[in-house]
Antibody
C-alpha cells in the first residue's frame, strides 16, 4: 500500500517561500498512473487543489496560485515537492500530498486514493 | 465560496440512513463521471469513500453508496454508526478552471 508523508517547516514568515516535500513509500513514483498532488485546507474550511505533477515532470497548477507555485519531482528519492513563494497569512493552511489516479500524462485526474497525514503551515512573523 | 454546493450539516440517529447532496454544473458533476467522496475525521487526512460516482474502494463498508442525477451527486450512508460522524467532501473533475473542484463539506452528526 502506498504511503505518503509530508515534511517541511511549520512556520514561514510573510513574503518568504513555503517549501514542503512529500516522500512516497510502498510504490514507485515513476510507475505511472498517478498525478502526484498537493491539496490544502484552510483552518476550518474546505479543500483546495494546488496542483499536480506526473513522473515525466508535466505539471498543472491552480490558476489562482499559478504565479506563485512550483511543483517538482525527484524520482531518485521517490519524492515530490511544493514551493509557494511570496506567502501571506492567507496561505496559512494544512497542506496535504496525495496520489491521484489517472490513465496517463494529460488524462483526467480521477480520484485521490492515498493521502499524507497533512502538515499545518502557519505564515506569521 | 466552493465550486460545488453541499449542505453545511446533516444528522441522523444510529441505524438510520442519510443522504448528502453535491450540486455542481454541466462543466463538472453533470458532465463527467469523476465524482468522488471523502470522509475526514477531526485532525485527520481525508479518506476516499466513493470514486467515479458510485464505486467503493476496497475496505469501505457497503453502507456507503454514491449516485448522480444531472448536476447533482449524492452520498448515502445507511445503517448509520457512531464512527460515521465526520466531515464529508465531494469533488469532481472540472473543465472550467482547476482540474478538480471540491464541495464546501458537510458535517455529519450521529445523534
Amino acid at each position: 500500500q502506498v504511503q505518503l508523508q509530508e515534511s517541511g517547516p511549520g512556520l514561514v514568515k510573510p513574503s518568504q517561500t513555503l517549501s514542503l516535500t512529500c516522500t512516497v513509500s510502498g510504490g514507485s513514483i515513476s510507475s505511472g498512473g498517478y498525478y502526484w498532488t498537493w491539496i490544502r485546507q484552510h483552518p476550518g474550511k474546505g479543500l483546495e487543489w494546488i496542483g499536480h505533477i506526473y513522473y515525466s515532470g508535466s505539471t498543472y497548477y491552480n490558476p489562482s496560485l499559478k504565479s506563485r507555485v512550483t511543483i517538482s519531482i525527484d524520482t531518485s528519492k521517490n519524492q515530490f515537492s511544493l514551493k509557494l513563494n511570496s506567502v501571506t497569512a492567507a496561505d496559512t493552511a494544512g497542506y496535504y500530498c496525495a496520489s491521484t489516479v489517472t490513465l496517463g500524462d494529460g488524462d483526467y485526474p480521477y480520484y485521490s486514493d492515498y493521502w499524507g497525514q497533512g502538515t499545518l503551515v502557519t505564515v506569521s512573523s | 465560496q466552493s465550486a460545488l454546493t453541499q449542505p453545511a450539516s446533516v444528522s441522523g440517529s444510529p441505524g438510520q440512513s442519510i443522504t448528502i447532496s453535491c450540486t455542481g454544473t454541466s462543466s463538472d458533476v453533470g458532465g463527467y463521471n469523476f465524482v468522488s467522496w471523502y470522509q475526514q475525521h477531526p485532525g485527520k487526512a481525508p479518506k476516499l469513500m466513493i470514486y467515479e460516482v458510485s464505486h467503493r474502494p476496497s475496505g469501505v463498508p457497503d453502507r456507503f453508496s454514491g449516485s448522480k442525477s444531472g448536476n447533482t451527486a449524492s452520498l448515502t450512508i445507511s445503517g448509520l454508526q457512531a464512527e460515521d460522524e465526520a466531515d464529508y467532501y465531494c469533488s469532481s473533475y472540472t473543465s472550467s478552471s482547476t482540474p478538480v473542484v471540491f464541495g464546501g463539506g458537510t458535517k455529519l452528526t450521529v445523534l
